[in-house]
């Protein structure tokens, strides 16, 4: 349109939502290709709002933006995706906001990362395909270590990481990842794992959530392992993760 403002459609997963005036909100979006966006939904606080329902938190919806000033504003937007089973649900809704929050604290404007979208949709897809909530635990916790693995903060999992020893019974998130039992007496606060432990931990990053989804996994261990991702993303995304901690405490 000629004199109008500048138009680019978007898919997106809405990562977070932030009360603007009376009725409007800042959307931050996780955009197709892995970037962070934040754009301005007028009217999306309004019962009955044609945005509102497309711009609930997990939704992927495709936008149309208009270029502002500071902030793009939403034009259009067509729902592709609600995640519908987890609406409703404390335990789903809580393991989805996790996820949200370490996706929010992982991507960045103006900087595409293609694996970012995929793997962010597929984890809230397993939130709502986890049959407990041991289940929901792991699929936060192997979230969590995948993407920041990816973004480099991969913890070493295959043998001793201060001295190379493949004998490794401890985790330490500010060491970086295992240990064996003599070097783990010098390092605080190293946590104590037992051999599946261990392997759970690895499983964690080298499986695929279709494979977490159907695991035999007991409630104790899914706890253990959604605490240390989030000790992980803590210390490395160097934030507190509030997201997490409401899941850790419910």
């Not at 044609?50 to 937007?77: K, Q, Y």
């Not at 991507?107 to 694996?115: G, K, L, N």
């Not at 499986?207 to 261990?221: H, I, K, R, W």
Request: charged share 20%; with cysteine; hydrophobic share 50%.
């Amino acid at each position: 349109m000629p004199g109008g403002r500048k138009t680019t459609r978007l898919r997106a997963i809405v990562l977070g939502r932030t009360k603007l005036a009376e009725q409007d909100l800042i959307l931050t979006l996780l955009a197709e290709d892995g970037s962070q966006v934040r754009a301005v939904a007028k009217g999306a606080r309004k019962p009955g709002g044609h945005l509102a329902s497309r711009s609930e938190l997990f939704c992927e919806t495709d936008f149309l933006l208009a270029h502002g000033r500071s902030l793009a504003i939403v034009s259009e937007a067509n729902l592709t995706c609600a995640h519908e089973a987890l609406r409703g649900d404390l335990a789903r809704v809580s393991a989805a906001s996790a996820i949200a929050e370490a996706a929010r604290l992982t991507c960045y404007e103006d900087m595409s990362d293609p694996f970012l979208y995929p793997i962010c949709s597929r984890a809230l897809t397993a939130c709502e395909q986890a049959a407990d909530q041991a289940h929901l635990d792991i699929v936060v916790a192997a979230y969590a270590f995948k993407v920041l693995s990816h973004a480099g903060w991969r913890p070493e999992l295959a043998s001793c990481i201060a001295c190379g020893d493949a004998a490794v019974s401890y985790f330490s998130t500010m060491a970086g990842g295992l240990l064996c039992a003599s070097c783990a007496k010098d390092v605080e606060a190293a946590t104590e794992l037992s051999a599946s432990e261990v392997q759970w931990l690895r499983a964690l990053i080298m499986s695929t959530f279709d494979a977490l989804l159907v695991a035999d996994v007991n409630a104790e261990l899914a706890a253990l392992m959604v605490s240390l991702a989030h000790s992980w993303c803590a210390v490395h995304l160097d934030a507190r993760l509030r997201a997490f901690e409401f899941m850790l405490s419910v």
